[in-house]
Nanobody
């Protein structure tokens, strides 16, 4: 059974940093793209970034480009989202997701597996 477990969320002041982790288990993820999404109260789930499990290639939403960085440690079966220069508008529940295939999609419906989410709150 595939499990994606996020951790690392919390409360941080504007301008600060957080690193989210997503521990993936239950299958081999080579051939998958790992994504991060976020959802603020009253808003739709929003694409943040994606990373090829095997290739390590990354792709980001314009809203986080230059501030957020995805990486993965295949030995630990973990994906990371390093978030710097955080803004109050980054406040949301952040979700890890996995999508089979090599094409990077920024659409939530393309992803096959989801974690339970971790709350990130950025105070002004």
């Amino acid at each position: 059974q595939v499990q994606l477990v996020e951790s690392g969320g919390g409360l941080v002041q504007a301008g600060g940093s957080l690193r989210l982790s997503c521990a993936a288990s239950g299958r081999t993820f080579s051939g998958y793209v790992m994504g991060w999404f976020r959802q603020a109260p009253g808003k739709e789930r929003e694409f943040v970034g994606a990373c090829g499990w095997s290739s390590g290639r990354t792709y980001y939403a314009d809203s986080v480009k230059g501030r957020f960085t995805m990486s993965r440690d295949t030995a630990k079966s973990t994906v990371y989202l390093q978030m710097n220069s955080l803004k109050p508008e980054d406040t949301a529940v952040y979700y890890c997701a996995a999508q089979y295939g090599s094409t990077f999609y920024g659409v939530a419906t393309r992803y096959d597996y989801w974690g339970q989410g971790t709350q990130v709150t950025v105070s002004s």
